[in-house]
């Protein structure tokens, strides 16, 4: 497999939730906060752009919206202030009026191979973490910490 900037890191999930709750839960950060990042300058709206942090890494991320449907999709260009950055997209299926599927696919990677493949395989784990910690506060209100335990203070 020749790894590029065209690569792609894809990975979802069932979420027994509401297509509505589960859709807010990425673009409300009071919701976000509960098993993502620490902090948001916002919610995410379509060509606004926010920053995430993670107070565990001391590391923010900015974020601009690309795409936002309600219910549907999310598109965001996201990386550290400075840096290239790449794009993430959700998109959100109901297979019922209680259940929802999430799928995020990650591409727009830079750098040589090597780089490219530590960044699809970093994107594949860490939106899986993110993925696990929402379905666990949207199904049972636990907040399993799974991104913020990922690395001990100051490995990351």
Do not use: Q
Request: contains cysteine; charged residues 30%; proline residues 3%.
């Amino acid at each position: 497999m020749k790894l590029d900037k065209t690569t792609r890191a894809e990975t979802a999930m069932l979420i027994r939730k509401p297509v509505s709750e589960v859709f807010d839960a990425f673009v409300n950060p009071e919701v976000t906060t509960k098993f993502w990042f620490t902090d948001s300058t916002g919610r995410l709206e379509k060509g606004k752009e926010v920053e995430w942090t993670w107070k565990m890494y001391d590391v923010t991320a900015v974020v601009y919206v690309t795409e936002l449907v309600p219910d549907e999709t999310i598109t965001i260009e996201w990386g550290m202030r400075g840096a290239s950055r790449s794009r993430a997209a959700w998109t959100f299926e109901p297979l019922d009026e209680r259940t929802t599927f999430v799928s995020i696919v990650m591409d727009g990677f830079t750098g040589d191979e090597e780089a490219v493949f530590h960044s699809v395989t970093d994107s594949v784990g860490g939106f899986c973490w993110v993925l696990a910690g929402l379905k666990a506060w949207l199904e049972h209100e636990i907040r399993l910490g799974l991104v913020r335990d990922r690395y001990p203070a100051g490995k990351s």
